[in-house]
């Protein structure tokens, strides 16, 4: 189609609308309720335009492109309807701009300066709206701001997944509210407050701490999923004050989850460790680096020297960066060890050596939303991944076929084509099905070990899903990895995609689960299970809670303690390492260090400092440096991350190379399925990593509620307890006292006991089996 926009000419696709096209030629068409990523409402009327030949203004937004359509967006016929809607909306503003937390960066104040009077017409008294208590995230208390753009609510309905905010009554006692006094529990509702025009809906934790023009704005990355959510930190008198999502298409749109955006309140925490702590006569006590150093290095020198460099383990977390993975694993592969490791959550390691290349998506995620059918294996989805099950909603409410195939029924929020809701033991046998309906489909043979796989009708929906389409793909989750036979479900899901011509690849459980590969933080030894279940005399742990983030906590726990060493590089000084550790070396969260993450897609981004480290706090890539150089170990003299970084990924920014989720000489071998009572473990979202679990506006959410024993109506019977009864859980060594809960999503006979949780780190493995009495 032909337009021509203020004398501009220009040529947009059928259906576009005046705003598209305004966009494409760089005309400012001023507006509060239109948004790039939300459908159209309409309801504001601040785009009112100028249409050659039309009676009347028209809204720029809503108004389709005609071939030869003449606009003119500031003719004295548009300016005078924007002014006219201007005075409108601030009939019954309350103009509170000296006490706004929006001031600075409001809409309305923008395009009031523009386009509103000096004076207002209006006599009468202004209206009041009551505010509102919707959590702890979002702040509604001073709903009078609002001027019914309906961005909020069209957010939650059509990217959340859910509306969780709506309007209420008419005219100007229409008011945006919750639905009967709930809260908003969406992971994704801090979006909200970026869409919000004026100061409606405002920042809980942000509330009266900083005035925007204050704030300095630094680019980062989010150290939390495996989506690389690109952010924008704002900061203040050295301390990080707010984090916003910055716009990046290819990687997390314009959003961020609640997770990147309110964790920040750790950095500032309590619990912050600012000075190395040594253990002396039994207690931890602060020292000087070069004396925490110095112990560190004679104490690994003398358990190399009695007992060999395989007496030394090391584990890190998967949200560390590149650099520190790398000089981790160079540092104690150069002290004689191969016992190094990234994987705490990991139960199965048998694809270890076996792997083509770095385990990755196996497509880019700005391709997700062009596949005609996805499978998701082994995920809870939204919690687990947010930014990536938006995606997946997307695509669901297109044309794409969105199959799941998990551990509980809970609820993604998207159109799903087909379910299956298995226990852990029945879920490669429920993958293998979908395997051998595909083949059927196909007319193809089977594996002998499939010979006996029967599929359901479901299985067989999913199978056709992935034939039908040209562009499929199949992904395995958290719990898929965290599995006790990963290796089984990664074999099926190369075989289903070879049978559909679909991809395959792997969400990705942290920051740097791809970029530990790259990394090489893998071991040529014992494993991140194997090292407990192997008691080492000495170990490493960088950045990780083994209590909280292991598959085995209890295993973990017992082996810590057990040994001679146990040096623990973290940003906190609080929880169980008080009592295994014996120094704790104060390391820089990713706000105060520079470093990189490889997403889950392979793009490696980079990022600085934007704070200087807390107290006497130090990147961790400088702390292992120097270790290496007190050690008097070969290759570890850096002058920065950025040449650590290019020692590994030489490209620098980018993709990296040899992504590949290939595996070699692994056959598929079904386990017999257990009838015993299993554990079925989440990670709550807000206890996944060390800094979600301290950012106390996102313990008060729904989210963080304590764990609790949940089983279906059948399995509740069985046990002999009823909804909220006392029950006795036990797991190899380990029993805690949960609230029992009758939840019909949980699979027959599986108690679901969250995971990373102080409550329940007691307990053993992820998945396992399980014992389960009245208390």
């Not at 937390?101 to 923008?110: K, P, S, T, V, W």
């Not at 709506?166 to 909200?192: K, P, Q, W, Y």
């Not at 997946?392 to 809970?410: C, E």
């Not at 970084?645 to 990296?656: C, I, L, N, T, Y």
């Amino acid at each position: 189609m032909e337009i021509e926009i203020d004398g501009k000419m220009a040529h947009v696709p059928d259906g576009s609308t005046i705003m598209d096209a305004a966009q494409q030629v760089g005309a400012y068409i001023p507006h509060f309720c239109y948004h790039k990523k939300l459908s159209i409402a309409a309801n504001c009327r601040m785009c009112l335009v100028q249409v050659e030949k039309a009676p009347k203004p028209l809204p720029a937004c809503a108004t389709p492109v005609t071939n030869g359509m003449k606009v003119f967006t500031h003719s004295e016929l548009a300016v005078k309807a924007q002014q006219g809607v201007m005075e409108f909306l601030l009939i019954n503003h309350p103009l509170d701009c000296p006490i706004c937390d929006q001031g600075g960066e409001c809409q309305l104040q923008d395009l009031a300066v523009g386009y509103g009077g000096s004076a207002s017409r209006f006599q009468e008294g202004k209206r009041v709206v009551f505010h509102k208590d919707v959590g702890p995230l979002i702040s509604m208390q001073e709903m009078a701001r609002c001027i019914h753009c309906t961005r909020c609510v069209r957010f939650g309905q059509e990217i959340a997944g859910v509306m969780e905010l709506g309007m209420a009554n008419r005219n100007m006692h229409s008011e945006i509210m919750t639905f009967v006094g709930r809260s908003v529990d969406s992971e994704l509702s801090g979006n909200m407050i970026d869409l919000c025009p004026v100061g409606a809906l405002t920042s809980k934790p942000f509330r009266y701490a900083a005035r925007s023009w204050e704030l300095g704005r630094r680019k980062s990355i989010s150290p939390h999923d495996s989506l690389g959510a690109n952010l924008t930190v704002q900061v203040k008198n050295n301390v990080v004050m707010r984090v916003l999502p910055r716009e990046n298409e290819d990687v997390n749109e314009c959003w961020v989850s609640d997770k990147d955006r309110f964790s920040y309140e750790a950095l500032s925490s309590p619990a912050r460790l600012t000075k190395p702590m040594v253990r002396i006569d039994g207690s931890l006590r602060e020292v000087a680096w070069n004396v925490a150093l110095d112990y560190v290095t004679h104490a690994l020198k003398d358990v190399v020297g009695t007992s060999g460099g395989e007496a030394l383990a090391a584990l890190a977390s998967p949200h560390a960066t590149l650099e520190e993975l790398h000089l981790l694993q160079k540092l104690i592969r150069s002290l004689g060890s191969g016992n190094v490791d990234f994987r705490p959550r990991r139960r199965d390691f048998s694809t270890d050596g076996r792997l083509d290349g770095v385990p990755w998506l196996g497509l880019k995620l700005s391709e997700i939303k062009d596949l005609d059918a996805a499978l998701v294996v082994g995920s809870f989805l939204r919690k687990d991944h947010p930014l990536f099950a938006q995606r997946l909603r997307q695509l669901a409410k297109k044309w794409g076929k969105v199959s799941l195939l998990a551990l509980g029924a809970d609820d993604p929020l998207i159109n799903l084509h087909a379910r299956m809701s298995v226990s852990p033991a029945r879920l490669p046998l429920a993958l293998a099905a979908v395997v051998k309906a595909a083949a059927q489909l196909k007319g193809e043979a089977v594996a002998a070990e499939l010979a006996s796989v029967e599929p359901c009708a479901t299985s067989q929906a999913i199978a056709r899903s992935l034939l039908d389409g040209e562009r499929r793909a199949i992904f395995l989750g958290n719990a898929a990895e965290q599995h006790p036979q990963a290796a089984q479900l990664h074999a099926l899901a190369l075989e289903l995609a070879r049978l559909t011509g679909a991809s395959c690849g792997f969400i990705g459980e942290a920051a740097n689960s791809a970029g530990g590969y790259v990394a090489k933080a893998l071991p040529t030894a014992l494993n991140a299970h194997s090292m407990f279940a192997q008691p080492r005399q000495a170990y490493l742990l960088l950045g990780v809670e083994p209590e909280l983030d292991c598959h085995d906590p209890q295993l973990a726990v017992s082996a810590l303690k057990g040994a001679r060493l146990v040096v623990v590089l973290t940003p906190f000084k609080d929880g169980a390492a008080g009592d295994y550790a014996d120094v704790l070396l104060p390391t820089a969260p990713f706000t105060e260090t520079s470093g990189s993450f490889v997403n889950s897609e392979g793009r490696l981004q980079s990022f600085t400092g934007v704070v200087r480290p807390l107290g006497d706090a130090r990147p961790g890539w400088k702390v292992l440096r120097v270790l290496g150089n007190l050690l008097d170990l070969p290759g570890f003299d850096y002058d920065s991350s950025e040449q650590v970084r290019d020692e590994v990924a030489p490209g620098g920014e980018g993709f990296v190379q040899g992504l590949n989720n290939g595996l070699h000489s692994l056959a598929v071998s079904l386990p017999a399925p257990t009838e015993a009572l299993q554990r079925v473990a989440d990670v709550p979202i807000y206890a996944a990593d060390p800094l979600a679990r301290r950012a106390a506006a996102l313990q008060k959410t729904a989210d963080a509620m304590p764990p609790t024993a949940r089983m279906n109506t059948q399995t509740l019977a069985a046990v002999g307890v009823g909804d909220g009864a006392a029950v006795r859980v036990r797991q190899g060594n380990g029993e805690v006292v949960l609230e029992a809960r009758l939840d019909d999503t949980v699979p027959e006979a599986c108690v679901r006991v969250a995971a990373a949780h102080v409550s329940t780190a007691a307990l053993g493995e992820m998945f396992g089996a399980i014992n389960v009495e009245r208390a």
